[in-house]
Protein backbone atom coordinates (compact mmCIF):
# COMPACT_ATOMS: atom_id res chain seq x y z
CA UNK A 1 0.00 0.00 0.00
CA UNK A 2 1.94 3.25 -1.10
CA UNK A 3 2.53 5.94 1.86
CA UNK A 4 1.43 8.98 2.31
CA UNK A 5 4.10 10.66 0.53
CA UNK A 6 3.89 8.74 -2.77
CA UNK A 7 0.05 9.29 -3.10
CA UNK A 8 0.69 13.02 -2.93
CA UNK A 9 3.63 12.87 -5.05
CA UNK A 10 1.29 10.84 -7.72
CA UNK A 11 -1.65 13.38 -7.02
CA UNK A 12 0.31 16.30 -8.47
CA UNK A 13 2.00 14.27 -11.58
CA UNK A 14 -1.70 13.73 -12.22
CA UNK A 15 -2.55 17.83 -11.37
CA UNK A 16 0.38 18.74 -13.91
CA UNK A 17 -0.97 15.96 -16.61
CA UNK A 18 -4.66 17.93 -16.46
CA UNK A 19 -3.29 21.29 -16.04
CA UNK A 20 -0.38 21.82 -17.77
CA UNK A 21 -1.48 23.99 -20.48
CA UNK A 22 -3.79 26.15 -17.74
CA UNK A 23 -1.23 26.66 -15.33
CA UNK A 24 0.06 29.63 -16.40
CA UNK A 25 -2.58 31.50 -17.86
CA UNK A 26 -1.02 34.78 -18.85
CA UNK A 27 2.27 33.26 -17.43
CA UNK A 28 2.23 30.77 -20.54
CA UNK A 29 4.46 33.75 -22.33
CA UNK A 30 6.88 33.48 -19.99
CA UNK A 31 10.57 33.74 -21.85
CA UNK A 32 13.37 34.22 -20.03
CA UNK A 33 15.00 36.05 -22.99
CA UNK A 34 18.96 35.25 -21.45
CA UNK A 35 21.03 34.31 -25.03
CA UNK A 36 21.51 30.57 -25.11
CA UNK A 37 18.60 30.07 -22.42
CA UNK A 38 15.11 30.55 -22.65
CA UNK A 39 13.76 32.52 -25.90
CA UNK A 40 10.18 33.75 -26.30
CA UNK A 41 10.09 31.60 -29.55
CA UNK A 42 11.25 28.38 -27.78
CA UNK A 43 8.62 28.58 -25.11
CA UNK A 44 5.31 29.50 -27.21
CA UNK A 45 6.52 26.78 -29.21
CA UNK A 46 6.59 24.14 -26.19
CA UNK A 47 2.76 25.00 -25.49
CA UNK A 48 1.68 23.40 -29.20
CA UNK A 49 -0.37 20.40 -28.03
CA UNK A 50 0.68 17.36 -29.83
CA UNK A 51 -1.43 18.24 -33.31
CA UNK A 52 0.28 21.47 -33.82
CA UNK A 53 -1.22 24.96 -32.70
CA UNK A 54 -4.63 26.55 -33.36
CA UNK A 55 -3.88 28.65 -36.52
CA UNK A 56 -4.94 32.29 -35.81
CA UNK A 57 -5.61 31.98 -32.27
CA UNK A 58 -3.45 32.67 -29.20
CA UNK A 59 -0.92 30.21 -28.18
CA UNK A 60 -2.81 29.74 -24.55
CA UNK A 61 -6.10 30.85 -23.57
CA UNK A 62 -7.42 30.60 -26.86
CA UNK A 63 -10.61 30.02 -25.70
CA UNK A 64 -11.94 33.46 -24.62
CA UNK A 65 -14.61 36.27 -25.54
CA UNK A 66 -14.77 39.60 -25.69
CA UNK A 67 -16.70 42.36 -23.19
CA UNK A 68 -16.54 45.86 -22.78
CA UNK A 69 -17.59 47.83 -19.59
CA UNK A 70 -16.10 50.72 -17.63
CA UNK A 71 -13.87 51.06 -14.82
CA UNK A 72 -15.68 53.21 -12.19
CA UNK A 73 -12.64 54.63 -9.96
CA UNK A 74 -13.26 55.77 -6.49
CA UNK A 75 -10.41 57.92 -6.13
CA UNK A 76 -8.78 55.84 -3.20
CA UNK A 77 -6.01 54.07 -5.17
CA UNK A 78 -4.64 58.13 -5.79
CA UNK A 79 -3.10 57.63 -2.73
CA UNK A 80 -0.68 55.47 -4.03
CA UNK A 81 -0.32 56.05 -7.48
CA UNK A 82 -0.34 59.05 -9.59
CA UNK A 83 -1.74 56.78 -12.79
CA UNK A 84 -4.44 58.73 -14.01
CA UNK A 85 -7.15 56.25 -13.88
CA UNK A 86 -7.13 55.62 -10.28
CA UNK A 87 -8.74 59.55 -10.66
CA UNK A 88 -12.49 59.48 -9.46
CA UNK A 89 -14.28 58.72 -13.10
CA UNK A 90 -15.20 56.29 -15.55
CA UNK A 91 -13.16 55.15 -17.77
CA UNK A 92 -13.78 52.81 -20.54
CA UNK A 93 -13.01 49.03 -20.54
CA UNK A 94 -12.02 46.28 -23.35
CA UNK A 95 -12.04 43.13 -21.75
CA UNK A 96 -11.35 39.66 -22.71
CA UNK A 97 -12.72 36.24 -20.05
CA UNK A 98 -11.15 33.18 -20.96
CA UNK A 99 -9.54 29.58 -20.46
CA UNK A 100 -5.91 28.95 -19.74
CA UNK A 101 -5.87 26.11 -22.96
CA UNK A 102 -4.18 25.93 -26.65
CA UNK A 103 -7.27 24.60 -27.80
CA UNK A 104 -9.75 27.28 -29.00
CA UNK A 105 -12.68 24.23 -29.09
CA UNK A 106 -11.66 22.65 -25.57
CA UNK A 107 -14.44 22.16 -23.33
CA UNK A 108 -15.11 23.81 -20.90
CA UNK A 109 -15.04 21.77 -17.95
CA UNK A 110 -11.56 20.01 -19.01
CA UNK A 111 -9.41 23.93 -17.91
CA UNK A 112 -9.24 24.15 -14.47
CA UNK A 113 -7.24 28.44 -14.90
CA UNK A 114 -9.76 30.57 -15.83
CA UNK A 115 -8.50 34.17 -16.89
CA UNK A 116 -9.16 37.91 -17.91
CA UNK A 117 -7.13 40.24 -19.77
CA UNK A 118 -8.32 43.87 -19.23
CA UNK A 119 -7.46 47.03 -20.86
CA UNK A 120 -8.15 51.00 -19.48
CA UNK A 121 -7.97 53.55 -21.60
CA UNK A 122 -7.60 57.41 -19.76
CA UNK A 123 -8.30 60.52 -21.69
CA UNK A 124 -4.53 61.86 -21.91
CA UNK A 125 -3.81 58.80 -23.42
CA UNK A 126 -2.57 56.47 -20.54
CA UNK A 127 -3.46 52.56 -21.35
CA UNK A 128 -3.19 49.70 -18.83
CA UNK A 129 -3.40 46.41 -19.79
CA UNK A 130 -3.46 43.59 -17.42
CA UNK A 131 -4.05 39.47 -17.31
CA UNK A 132 -4.80 38.22 -14.54
CA UNK A 133 -5.68 34.08 -13.00
CA UNK A 134 -7.83 33.08 -10.57
CA UNK A 135 -5.34 30.55 -8.77
CA UNK A 136 -4.05 32.31 -5.66
CA UNK A 137 -0.23 31.22 -6.58
CA UNK A 138 1.79 30.91 -9.78
CA UNK A 139 3.07 27.06 -10.26
CA UNK A 140 6.44 28.08 -10.59
CA UNK A 141 8.80 30.70 -9.46
CA UNK A 142 10.65 31.59 -12.83
CA UNK A 143 9.69 31.10 -16.78
CA UNK A 144 12.53 28.71 -16.78
CA UNK A 145 10.81 26.55 -14.40
CA UNK A 146 7.55 27.11 -16.53
CA UNK A 147 9.22 26.04 -19.50
CA UNK A 148 10.79 22.79 -17.02
CA UNK A 149 7.27 22.20 -16.45
CA UNK A 150 6.05 22.04 -20.08
CA UNK A 151 8.73 19.59 -20.84
CA UNK A 152 8.73 17.44 -18.26
CA UNK A 153 5.17 16.75 -18.95
CA UNK A 154 5.32 16.34 -22.86
CA UNK A 155 8.18 13.68 -22.15
CA UNK A 156 7.97 10.04 -22.54
CA UNK A 157 10.17 9.79 -19.92
CA UNK A 158 7.63 8.23 -16.96
CA UNK A 159 9.90 9.50 -14.61
CA UNK A 160 10.71 13.47 -15.54
CA UNK A 161 7.29 15.22 -14.00
CA UNK A 162 8.32 13.24 -10.61
CA UNK A 163 12.04 15.00 -11.44
CA UNK A 164 10.46 18.50 -11.76
CA UNK A 165 7.98 18.09 -8.95
CA UNK A 166 11.38 16.67 -6.70
CA UNK A 167 13.18 19.97 -8.11
CA UNK A 168 9.83 22.55 -7.77
CA UNK A 169 8.86 22.11 -4.56
CA UNK A 170 6.88 25.21 -4.83
CA UNK A 171 4.71 23.61 -6.88
CA UNK A 172 3.02 21.90 -4.48
CA UNK A 173 1.00 24.94 -3.54
CA UNK A 174 -0.93 25.10 -7.23
CA UNK A 175 -1.20 21.91 -7.06
CA UNK A 176 -3.46 21.93 -3.46
CA UNK A 177 -4.98 24.89 -5.14
CA UNK A 178 -5.95 22.66 -8.46
CA UNK A 179 -6.79 19.57 -6.92
CA UNK A 180 -8.93 21.23 -3.94
CA UNK A 181 -10.42 24.60 -4.50
CA UNK A 182 -14.97 24.75 -5.64
CA UNK A 183 -15.57 25.18 -9.29
CA UNK A 184 -18.07 27.80 -9.91
CA UNK A 185 -19.78 27.63 -13.12
CA UNK A 186 -20.12 30.90 -14.35
CA UNK A 187 -16.82 33.55 -15.02
CA UNK A 188 -18.83 36.28 -13.42
CA UNK A 189 -18.29 34.40 -9.69
CA UNK A 190 -14.55 34.51 -10.20
CA UNK A 191 -12.15 36.28 -7.94
CA UNK A 192 -9.10 36.61 -10.45
CA UNK A 193 -4.98 37.79 -9.18
CA UNK A 194 -2.39 39.51 -10.76
CA UNK A 195 0.22 37.50 -8.91
CA UNK A 196 2.75 39.46 -10.46
CA UNK A 197 3.88 42.58 -8.19
CA UNK A 198 4.13 45.82 -9.72
CA UNK A 199 5.63 49.42 -8.39
CA UNK A 200 3.40 51.86 -7.93
CA UNK A 201 4.17 55.31 -7.36
CA UNK A 202 1.93 58.42 -6.08
CA UNK A 203 2.16 61.96 -6.33
CA UNK A 204 5.38 62.84 -4.06
CA UNK A 205 7.20 59.65 -5.53
CA UNK A 206 7.04 57.83 -3.19
CA UNK A 207 6.95 54.00 -4.17
CA UNK A 208 4.58 50.98 -3.12
CA UNK A 209 5.07 47.37 -4.48
CA UNK A 210 1.52 45.65 -5.27
CA UNK A 211 -0.73 43.16 -6.49
CA UNK A 212 -3.88 43.23 -7.38
CA UNK A 213 -7.00 41.26 -7.57
CA UNK A 214 -10.68 41.67 -9.12
CA UNK A 215 -13.24 40.50 -6.57
CA UNK A 216 -16.33 39.46 -7.96
CA UNK A 217 -20.08 40.70 -6.99
CA UNK A 218 -21.75 37.45 -7.50
CA UNK A 219 -21.57 34.85 -4.81
CA UNK A 220 -19.79 32.04 -5.95
CA UNK A 221 -21.88 29.25 -5.83
CA UNK A 222 -19.75 26.03 -5.83
CA UNK A 223 -20.14 23.08 -8.08
CA UNK A 224 -18.41 19.95 -8.37
CA UNK A 225 -16.28 19.07 -11.16
CA UNK A 226 -18.96 16.19 -12.10
CA UNK A 227 -21.82 18.50 -12.35
CA UNK A 228 -20.48 21.13 -13.94
CA UNK A 229 -19.26 18.95 -16.82
CA UNK A 230 -22.66 17.64 -17.20
CA UNK A 231 -23.85 21.73 -18.32
CA UNK A 232 -21.91 21.45 -21.64
CA UNK A 233 -18.62 22.37 -23.27
CA UNK A 234 -19.53 25.88 -23.72
CA UNK A 235 -21.40 26.77 -20.30
CA UNK A 236 -19.16 29.66 -19.71
CA UNK A 237 -19.76 32.13 -22.65
CA UNK A 238 -23.26 31.09 -22.66
CA UNK A 239 -24.00 32.24 -18.74
CA UNK A 240 -22.27 35.47 -19.01
CA UNK A 241 -23.58 36.50 -22.43
CA UNK A 242 -26.91 35.64 -20.53
CA UNK A 243 -26.13 37.47 -17.05
CA UNK A 244 -24.36 40.25 -18.87
CA UNK A 245 -27.36 41.17 -21.07
CA UNK A 246 -29.60 40.50 -17.79
CA UNK A 247 -27.55 43.05 -15.90
CA UNK A 248 -23.99 44.61 -16.35
CA UNK A 249 -21.23 42.27 -14.04
CA UNK A 250 -18.74 43.71 -11.32
CA UNK A 251 -15.84 43.25 -10.08
CA UNK A 252 -13.83 45.26 -7.46
CA UNK A 253 -10.15 46.27 -7.99
CA UNK A 254 -8.55 45.65 -4.86
CA UNK A 255 -4.76 46.82 -4.39
CA UNK A 256 -2.78 44.39 -1.42
CA UNK A 257 0.44 46.67 -0.49
CA UNK A 258 3.42 44.92 0.43
CA UNK A 259 5.26 44.92 3.41
CA UNK A 260 9.26 45.83 3.03
CA UNK A 261 9.81 41.93 4.04
CA UNK A 262 7.36 40.89 1.36
CA UNK A 263 9.04 38.80 -1.76
CA UNK A 264 8.50 40.63 -5.42
CA UNK A 265 9.83 38.62 -7.28
CA UNK A 266 8.40 35.57 -6.77
CA UNK A 267 4.52 34.85 -7.83
CA UNK A 268 4.38 31.17 -5.96
CA UNK A 269 4.50 32.87 -2.94
CA UNK A 270 1.50 34.67 -1.12
CA UNK A 271 1.71 37.75 0.87
CA UNK A 272 0.29 37.41 4.48
CA UNK A 273 -2.78 38.49 4.83
CA UNK A 274 -3.76 41.53 6.70
CA UNK A 275 -1.67 43.37 4.30
CA UNK A 276 -2.52 47.42 3.69
CA UNK A 277 -5.75 46.46 0.98
CA UNK A 278 -7.04 49.66 -1.43
CA UNK A 279 -10.51 49.39 -2.88
CA UNK A 280 -9.67 51.24 -5.69
CA UNK A 281 -13.24 51.07 -8.06
CA UNK A 282 -14.98 48.49 -9.90
CA UNK A 283 -14.79 47.06 -13.39
CA UNK A 284 -18.32 47.00 -14.81
CA UNK A 285 -18.84 44.76 -17.94
CA UNK A 286 -21.78 45.96 -19.26
CA UNK A 287 -21.54 43.78 -23.17
CA UNK A 288 -20.36 40.80 -24.17
CA UNK A 289 -19.20 39.96 -27.38
CA UNK A 290 -18.39 37.14 -29.65
CA UNK A 291 -14.11 37.26 -30.28
CA UNK A 292 -14.28 36.11 -33.47
CA UNK A 293 -15.56 39.98 -34.56
CA UNK A 294 -14.89 41.63 -31.19
CA UNK A 295 -13.42 44.01 -30.09
CA UNK A 296 -10.57 42.37 -27.73
CA UNK A 297 -9.61 40.28 -30.98
CA UNK A 298 -6.51 41.83 -31.67
CA UNK A 299 -5.47 43.07 -28.66
CA UNK A 300 -2.24 42.14 -27.01
CA UNK A 301 -2.87 42.45 -23.56
CA UNK A 302 0.76 42.97 -22.84
CA UNK A 303 0.79 43.59 -18.82
CA UNK A 304 4.08 45.70 -19.79
CA UNK A 305 1.97 48.27 -20.82
CA UNK A 306 1.35 50.74 -17.72
CA UNK A 307 0.20 53.67 -17.75
CA UNK A 308 2.79 56.77 -15.77
CA UNK A 309 2.51 55.74 -12.18
CA UNK A 310 2.83 51.92 -12.37
CA UNK A 311 5.81 50.02 -13.26
CA UNK A 312 7.40 46.35 -13.06
CA UNK A 313 8.93 45.17 -10.23
CA UNK A 314 12.01 42.59 -9.76
CA UNK A 315 9.66 39.83 -10.86
CA UNK A 316 10.96 38.36 -13.94
CA UNK A 317 7.41 37.16 -15.76
CA UNK A 318 6.11 40.33 -16.84
CA UNK A 319 9.03 41.43 -19.09
CA UNK A 320 9.17 37.14 -20.08
CA UNK A 321 5.62 37.47 -20.89
CA UNK A 322 5.60 41.15 -23.14
CA UNK A 323 8.14 38.96 -25.02
CA UNK A 324 6.39 35.83 -25.78
CA UNK A 325 2.90 37.65 -25.85
CA UNK A 326 4.72 39.80 -29.09
CA UNK A 327 5.89 36.28 -30.63
CA UNK A 328 2.27 34.86 -30.09
CA UNK A 329 0.53 37.90 -31.61
CA UNK A 330 2.66 37.91 -34.92
CA UNK A 331 2.22 34.60 -35.28
CA UNK A 332 -1.52 34.53 -34.90
CA UNK A 333 -2.47 37.89 -37.10
CA UNK A 334 -0.45 36.54 -39.57
CA UNK A 335 -2.57 33.35 -39.57
CA UNK A 336 -5.87 35.67 -39.98
CA UNK A 337 -6.81 33.60 -43.08
CA UNK A 338 -6.96 30.51 -40.71
CA UNK A 339 -9.08 32.11 -37.88
CA UNK A 340 -13.08 31.75 -38.19
CA UNK A 341 -15.05 34.32 -38.55
CA UNK A 342 -18.63 35.12 -38.23
CA UNK A 343 -20.91 35.65 -41.12
CA UNK A 344 -20.88 39.78 -40.46
CA UNK A 345 -17.29 40.06 -39.83
CA UNK A 346 -16.64 37.54 -43.22
CA UNK A 347 -18.07 40.65 -45.09
CA UNK A 348 -15.87 43.46 -46.56
Known sequence: MPGPQRSVLGSLVLIAAVVTF????FAYTAGWLTPNRLTST???SALAPPGGPAL???RNHAKGVCFTGTFEANGNASAISRASMFAAGQYPVVGRLNLATPDPNAADPTVRVRGIGVQ????????WRMALIDPPVFAVSTPQGFYDLLEASTSKDPEAMKGFIAAHPEFAAFGEWATKAPWTASYAEVAFNSLNAFIFTDGSGAEHAVRWSLRPEARPVPITAEDFAKLGANYLEEDITKRVASSP???TLVLTVADPSDPTSDPTKAWPPGRRTVEAGTLVVQKIESEADGPCRDINFDPTILPDGIKVSDDPFPAARSAAYAKSYDLRTSEASSYPRTEASAKP
Open 22 to 25: GIGA
Open 42 to 44: KLV
Open 56 to 58: GHR
Open 120 to 127: ISAPDGNV
Open 249 to 251: QRW
